[in-house]
């Protein structure tokens, strides 16, 4: 069974906003560490934005200031908003909950 369902991806042009959402079940959403990660063509998959423990929360340098993570935890839900957005962050865009991934949503920019 399904249990991390991602959506929201689509297509976006440069400048605008879009927000990622993931829901796992609740076991899986309790996971220590909660992230998005991306993967563009040709490229390795990396980290975007992760919340740890209590709350501690890291970016990477490129969205920092235009992205950001946050969580429900009464909808077991991970959001990622991304505003400003740039044809550079055209990629698969995964959450992932210690060492559970969910099923990946593109997101494109472009005019």
């Known amino acids: 069974q399904v249990q991390v369902v991602e959506s929201g991806g689509g297509l976006v042009q440069p400048g605008g906003s879009l927000r990622l959402s993931c829901t796992a079940s609740?076991?899986?959403?309790?996971?220590?560490?909660k992230g998005w990660y991306r993967q563009a063509p040709g490229q390795q998959r990396e980290v975007v934005a992760v919340?740890?423990?209590?709350?501690?929360?890291k970016y990477v340098d490129a969205v920092k200031g235009r992205f950001n993570i946050y969580r429900d935890n009464a909808k077991n839900t991970l959001y990622h908003q991304m505003d400003s957005v740039k044809p550079g962050d055209t990629a698969v865009y995964y959450c992932?909950?210690?060492?559970?991934w969910g099923q990946g949503t593109q997101v494109t920019v472009s005019s």
């Open positions: 992932k909950f210690d060492s559970n």
């Open positions: 609740g076991s899986i959403f309790s996971a220590l560490v």
């Open positions: 919340i740890a423990g209590a709350g501690i929360i």
